[in-house]
């Protein structure tokens, strides 16, 4: 048998380590949730199959109200501090309230081991397809979280972001390999580039400006725009 799979405890058919249910007597394989990432995992378990911290004391969820965009059963509710997290017993899913993702990517933010190495390992092809916010019905954005770490999240402006089944602990991993903070790091760099091209670029029409001038009228010298032009460019960072 696989390493990344066992025998259900039910009928003993091989189970995906990361299976929800068995697919032939559908006995619930993954009941032990982490209280870090709030992944699933087997009973059997020591550490956490999606994040790798071990696995203590269990956050407790409740029933709730809100659909699964794909099930369309009501999403279970587990509420922490800061918001709340609905999670699909059925498919795995996970819609992460804004203020407790934000949360999540700060405490992940502060475990980061200088020198780790995002995964970039990229979500299964799929078919392109809108869901709608389990909360508002309106249709979410698709994007690649962090614009690098493979992920492609659906996220609604007002309510908060899904996630596939085992993608929050995948986005959580790239955070804490500081993937999140090379990509603002390169973020802010292209706004950088882009400030100096945009002051060179008024700087060169107040140039031509003033050349053309200086045949109807006495030149006029510009020294002060090269100095402002200098001083921006000094203050703007550095590409690494």
């Known amino acids: 048998m696989a390493a990344d799979s066992f025998s259900c405890p039910r009928c003993g058919a091989p189970v995906d380590a990361s299976a929800r249910h068995c697919s032939y007597c559908a006995a619930p394989i993954a009941v032990v949730r982490c209280a870090g990432c709030f992944h699933l995992s087997s009973i059997q378990?020591?550490?956490?199959?999606?994040?790798g911290l071990e696995l203590g004391l269990e956050p407790i969820a409740r029933a709730g109200q809100l659909p699964c965009p794909d099930c369309q059963q009501p999403?279970?509710?587990i509420e922490e501090n800061v918001g709340t997290l609905h999670d699909c017993s059925l498919c795995g899913g996970q819609f992460v309230e804004h203020a407790l993702l934000r949360e999540l990517i700060q405490r992940r933010e502060l475990s980061h081991v200088p020198g780790g190495t995002p995964s970039?390992?990229?979500s299964s092809l799929e078919p392109v397809r809108y869901r709608p916010c389990p909360a508002c019905a309106q249709l979410m954005n698709r994007k690649n979280f962090g614009e690098s770490s493979g992920v492609i999240v659906d996220t609604c402006r007002t309510h908060g972001t899904w996630f596939d089944q085992g993608e929050l602990p995948r986005v959580l991993g790239f955070i804490a390999a500081g993937g999140l903070a090379r990509a603002r790091q390169r973020q802010a760099e292209e706004r950088a580039r882009?400030?100096?091209?945009?002051?060179s670029l008024r700087v060169g029409s107040l140039r031509a400006l003033n050349s053309d001038a200086s045949r109807l009228a006495p030149r006029v010298d510009l020294p002060l725009f090269d100095d402002i032009l200098s001083y921006f460019l000094d203050l703007l960072p550095r590409s690494r």
């Open 45 to 51: 378990a020591v550490h956490c199959a999606g994040c």
């Open 75 to 77: 999403l279970s509710v």
């Open 120 to 122: 970039l390992r990229r």
């Open 194 to 199: 882009a400030l100096k091209a945009e002051i």
